[in-house]
């Protein structure tokens, strides 16, 4: 059981060091524009990367059909996001939709 | 009265940072308890599983680690492959960076072990917006403990009822959703648009790539499309 003690302390330290890796290196390196500039687009497009696959992935298959319950509520919400800028509405809708779609339409 | 004036300002940044963190736990926790019935099945002892929870801290990570734990892989592919699924974070790193520039090292060094996915979304949004505080550190301290409390609670939770837990009634969706609320207020011009869908397609194309490198190639995509249709 002391080897789990060894792989849990050493993951987590290189995770934390992951994490703390830019932190530490803007401290004294001034990056160029150029990376200065991409910086503005991490939070989208990681999001993005996350949020799309768990919209259209069943079972590691695409599914873009209205079958798809995610899909549907996924698009709802995101309507729903734009207009109010709020996080609660947001889920509420999407669960709605979502919970209404998988139990009584499809 | 300055003073107070501050302390005022730090607590209600920090009040904030706990409320903007609070709908995502409905996402979190169902992960949290799931993670501690597997955590359990694959035979490590309540302290280990808990530890990890803390020690680790990332959801993922934990969850490929007590599989390739049941299954029996050596300590270094297991060092190994958690390193790589959390190389994401080091996005993550980049982004907040430049806000957390002034801080001291102590901050740096707590928050940054608190910057998780789900952390990291609600904090950003925060850090982009237009207000001069100087104070949203507290934002993210309020936001990272709030999550780290409920995935200790969860990671517990999930131990000690084991298979006890209820049907999480689709709730896990709601961290997709809580991710859209935060994302598609974010979307205010072309590039930024364009950077969204380029990484959502490229997320899709790579989904074969193990430890989420596919996230990664797909976020650096995303961001070189963005800043490409800026010049144009």
Redesign the interface.
């Known amino acids: 059981?002391s080897?789990?003690?060894?792989?849990?302390?050493?993951?987590?330290l290189?995770?934390?060091l992951?994490?703390?890796?830019?932190?530490?290196?803007?401290?004294r390196w001034k990056p160029p524009q150029?990376v200065?500039?991409?910086?503005?687009?991490?939070?989208?497009?990681?999001?993005?990367?996350?949020?799309?696959?768990?919209?259209?992935?069943v079972n590691?298959t695409?599914d873009f059909s209205p079958g798809n319950a995610?899909l549907i509520?996924?698009v709802i919400?995101?309507l729903v996001?734009?207009r109010t800028?709020?996080?609660?509405w947001?889920?509420a809708a999407?669960?709605t939709a979502?919970?209404i779609l998988?139990n009584f339409v499809l | 009265m300055a003073t107070t004036n501050t302390a005022s300002i730090k607590l209600r940044e920090f009040l904030n940072g706990v409320k903007?963190e609070l709908?995502i736990l409905?996402g979190v926790a169902p992960f949290g308890m799931i993670y501690g019935v597997l955590a359990t099945d694959a035979g490590?002892?309540a302290l280990?599983a808990q530890?990890?929870s803390a020690?680790?801290?990332?959801g993922s990570?934990q969850f490929m680690?007590v599989q390739l734990?049941s299954l029996g892989t050596p300590?270094l592919v297991?060092?190994l492959s958690?390193?790589i699924i959390?190389?994401?974070?080091?996005?993550?790193?980049?982004?907040?960076?430049?806000y957390?520039?002034p801080l001291s090292p102590l901050w740096?060094?707590i928050?940054?072990?608190m910057?998780t996915?789900e952390a990291?979304?609600v904090v950003?949004?925060h850090y982009?917006k237009d207000d001069q505080s100087e104070y949203k550190h507290w934002y993210f301290l309020g936001a990272g403990l709030t999550l780290w409390t409920c995935w200790q609670i969860c990671t517990a939770a999930g131990i000690f009822l084991g298979a006890q837990i209820p049907p999480n009634?689709?709730l896990d969706?709601?961290?997709?959703?809580?991710?859209?609320?935060?994302?598609?207020?974010?979307?205010d011009d072309r590039?930024?648009l364009l950077?969204?869908?380029?990484?959502?397609?490229?997320?899709?194309l790579a989904?074969g790539l193990p430890y989420k490198l596919?996230?990664i190639a797909?976020?650096?995509?995303?961001?070189?499309v963005?800043?490409w249709s800026?010049k144009r």
């Open positions: 059981m080897s789990i003690w060894t792989v849990m302390i050493v993951v987590g290189l995770t934390f992951t994490r703390l890796s830019f932190v530490l290196l803007l401290e150029v200065r500039s991409a910086l503005r687009y991490v939070p989208v497009a990681a999001l993005s990367a996350i949020i799309v696959p768990e919209l259209l992935l590691n695409l995610r509520a996924g919400a995101a996001a734009w800028k709020n996080a609660l947001t889920i999407g669960m979502f919970l998988e | 903007g709908p409905l490590l002892s280990d530890a990890m020690v680790v801290f990332a990570a680690l734990i300590a297991l060092i958690g390193f959390n190389l994401r974070h080091a996005l993550y790193s980049a982004s907040v960076a430049p957390m520039k740096k060094v928050l940054s072990y910057l996915d990291y979304a950003i949004m982009q009634w689709g969706f709601t961290l997709a959703l809580t991710f859209i609320a935060l994302v598609f207020p974010a979307i590039p930024s950077a969204a869908l380029s990484a959502g397609a490229v997320a899709l989904r596919g996230m797909a976020a650096l995509v995303g961001i070189a963005g800043l800026e």
